[in-house]
């Protein structure tokens, strides 16, 4: 080799140890993803580095402006349920059993009446325009190929209109909305939503008039201002006002307990939405697996008279039929696509087929030939304390 040339190797050699990233993983389970060959800010190969959904998560801390990574990374306070969150799914075992024909699988559901291709779905999340200039558009689009359900936030990058034009022909997707305390507004955005073709409502009732301190995000950022818009008087009587606005079926997000999903019930809702927000709102409320639990345990007949879609943590395709197993209809993922997006549709469609991946060999190895087969007959919850304590 001449000098030159090895010069320049051991310059390159230096330069790229020196580039080389070492990222603080969080705690996620250790698959044996190697990032030494990353460089900050830098989209690492899609097909030959990322193999799940945490993979992506610690590609989009690679990659975005730390600001932007806290902002869709954080949660409230001490992130006790943003933790808990993710952890609660190694706290259920699965029982899977054999002797069962499992040569023919359906994974294909139906959420309120539309058909879709998987019962897990995008969770809406607001600013999607941080990961990639296409925004929402690339969440449209890749749930469009896949036949999954999006919603997409009124918070999003993109308009209500934008939105629904990326979508592809005849696809079904829901809109999320908030309790605005300025009534024109609701009064536009709900017409909007439904001119432009969205078939239901997520209604988010779990922020009400301020959100959670996100301190994590906050470090990157002046506005300290908690206030949303979102009206601090929100009782009963504001809800059936709301139903007045629109004839698109509503469905409350962020039920936390099984006495708000009783009265959801009671009110004749068609479905509600288990969630915590992914822990961005009340730090210390309690995961979905528990929440589900408890409607179990104290009211039942929930699910025997709506359907109840949840999310939190969901990360495997077992997280999901674990949801599923305890009653849930349809499951939503909400970071996981906000990091997916780093790539645009590209990253969201391979993140769809990683998860369903996951989801269908986890059934089949559980026995289970049709998603709706499964109940609690699956689930082992007895590390779970029950929630009621009296
Ligand atoms: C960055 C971000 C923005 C979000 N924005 C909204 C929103 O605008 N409206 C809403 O109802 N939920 C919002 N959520 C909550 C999600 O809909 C969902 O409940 C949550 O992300 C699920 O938890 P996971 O992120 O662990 O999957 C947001 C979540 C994240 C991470
Ligand atoms: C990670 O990959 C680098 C090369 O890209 C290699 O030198 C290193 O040994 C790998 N680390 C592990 C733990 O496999
Ligand atoms: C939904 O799926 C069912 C069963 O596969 C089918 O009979 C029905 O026509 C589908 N509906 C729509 C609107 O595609
Ligand atoms: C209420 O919303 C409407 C429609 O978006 C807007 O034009 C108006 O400025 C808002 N009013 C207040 C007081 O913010
Ligand atoms: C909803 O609309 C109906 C019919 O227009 C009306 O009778 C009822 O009082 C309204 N409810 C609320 C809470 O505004
Ligand atoms: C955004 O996504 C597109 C694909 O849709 C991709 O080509 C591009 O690299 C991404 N943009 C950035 C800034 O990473
Ligand atoms: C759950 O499903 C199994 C298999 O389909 C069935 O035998 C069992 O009775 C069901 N258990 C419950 C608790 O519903």
Known sequence: ????????????????????????????????????????????????????????????KNVLAP?????????ALNEFTYQANLNIYSKVRLNGF?????????????????????????????????????????????AGKAGILYAPSISSTLSIEKIA??????????????????????????????????????????????????????RFNDDTDTDTGHAANFDLQSLAAFRNLTTLPIVPKGIKTWQDARTCMELGFPAIYVSNHGGRVLDGAPTSVEVLMDIRQNAPEVFDNMEVYADGGVRRGTDAIILLALGARAVGLGRPAMFANIWGEPGVSR???????????????????????????YVNTNQIVPLTLS
């Open 1 to 60: 080799m001449r000098p030159t040339l090895f010069l320049l190797s051991v310059l390159s050699g230096c330069l790229r140890s020196a580039l080389a990233v070492w990222i603080d993983m969080e705690g996620l389970p250790d698959t044996g993803l190697n990032t030494s060959s990353w460089v900050t800010g830098v989209l690492p190969d899609l097909t030959t580095d990322i193999w799940d959904l945490n993979d992506m998560q610690i590609a989009a």
């Open 351 to 377: 993140m769809i087929s990683l998860f369903a991946q996951e989801f269908y060999t986890s059934l089949q190895l559980m026995g289970v030939s049709d998603v709706h087969a499964l109940n609690t007959s």
């Open 67 to 75: 600001k932007y990574y806290a902002s869709y990374r954080t949660g």
């Open 98 to 142: 054999s002797f069962r024909d499992v040569s023919n699988m359906n994974v294909a559901t139906t959420i309120l009446g539309y058909n879709f291709s998987q019962p897990f779905f995008i969770a809406p999340a607001a600013d999607a325009g941080h990961a990639n200039k296409s925004a929402e558009a690339s969440l449209a689009e890749a």
């Open 165 to 218: 034009a990326a979508g592809q022909p005849g696809q079904v997707m829901f809109h999320q909305e908030y309790i605005w305390a300025n009534k024109t507004r609701l009064v536009d955005e709900l017409h909007r939503i439904k001119a432009s073709g969205f078939k239901a409502i997520f209604l988010t009732v779990d922020n009400t008039g301020i959100n959670g301190i996100r301190t994590r995000s906050m």
